[in-house]
């Protein structure tokens, strides 16, 4: 972990690390947001289409 820290030292420099940081943190928390919208998607039932048109003719 210390071998890898001191890489992107050497090869970003120590002003871009905090910059590179706060980038991937954000990359990561947008796809574990899109994860769990894709999941509830899933475990959520549709709609049945014959619900939506009895709903259309009521209303």
């Known amino acids: 972990m210390f071998l890898i ?4 030292l050497l090869l ?5 690390i905090p910059e590179i940081a706060r980038s ?8 574990k947001k899109a ?6 998607e899933i475990r959520e ?3 049945k289409p014959e ?9």
């Open 24 to 31: 991937l943190g954000k990359g990561i928390r947008e796809f």
């Open 5 to 8: 820290l001191l890489i992107a």
């Open 45 to 47: 039932p549709e709609e």
């Open 51 to 59: 619900t939506a048109q009895k709903r259309e003719l009521k209303g």
């Open 12 to 16: 970003f420099g120590a002003k871009r």
């Open 35 to 40: 994860t769990r919208e894709v999941e509830s």
